[in-house]
């Protein structure tokens, strides 16, 4: 087997890229990018720490809710989870961010990578004052780069489908997963109680 391992032997296998595909990186949010956010209701963050060990994080509320504050700034609510805090611990020790963002029926994507920081600031929380509960904490996020990317990945992979859609029962319930993983003791319960569950945590919590 052949291992390419230089950005030459890369470039011979696939050429250079499309002059558009460089062209369409933009240095900040333009109305179409902003738009896109405002109305995505879901959207990845990937992250690094010091060592480069990666970890992507998904995130998801109504739709904008990670707010536009400026053309070179988003702010990102965090709000109660598992208190893993990978994603944040990851930012405190390397800044550099990548972002996907997601709309129900959009087969484009857009793309953002910047740099994060994390902040309590009262003044940046009110920015979420529209939700029932304000987060933890926001992380404010500096654009560097924003493009749209292709439907190609969301079209092969017939994502928004309703006949693509897996019944969830074919796979044991997180809970009964997590118990097999972990070997921890405690009732699993059904994939509507795991729901009930969540749902009631949204409400409660945020």
Known sequence: ????????????????????AVAKALTKLDPHCRHFIELAPFAVISS????????????????????????????????????????LSNIIENPNVGMLFFVPGFNDTLRVNGTAEI????????????????????IKIRVAEAFLHCAKSLMRSKLWSIDSQVDRKVMPTLGKIIKDQTAASFDVGTQEDADKYFAQSIAERG
């Open 48 to 87: 690094a720490d010091a060592k480069g060990n990666a970890d992507v994080s998904p995130r998801g509320d109504g739709p904008g809710f990670i707010k536009v504050l400026d053309d070179n700034t988003l702010l990102m609510p965090d709000r109660p989870g598992n208190n893993r805090v990978d994603t």
């Open 1 to 20: 087997m052949t291992k390419i391992d230089t950005a030459e032997k890369l470039r011979e296998i696939y050429g250079m890229p499309m002059e558009l």
């Open 119 to 138: 902040h309590n600031d009262p003044a940046l929380l009110a920015h979420f004052a529209d939700t029932p509960k304000l987060p933890i904490t926001v």
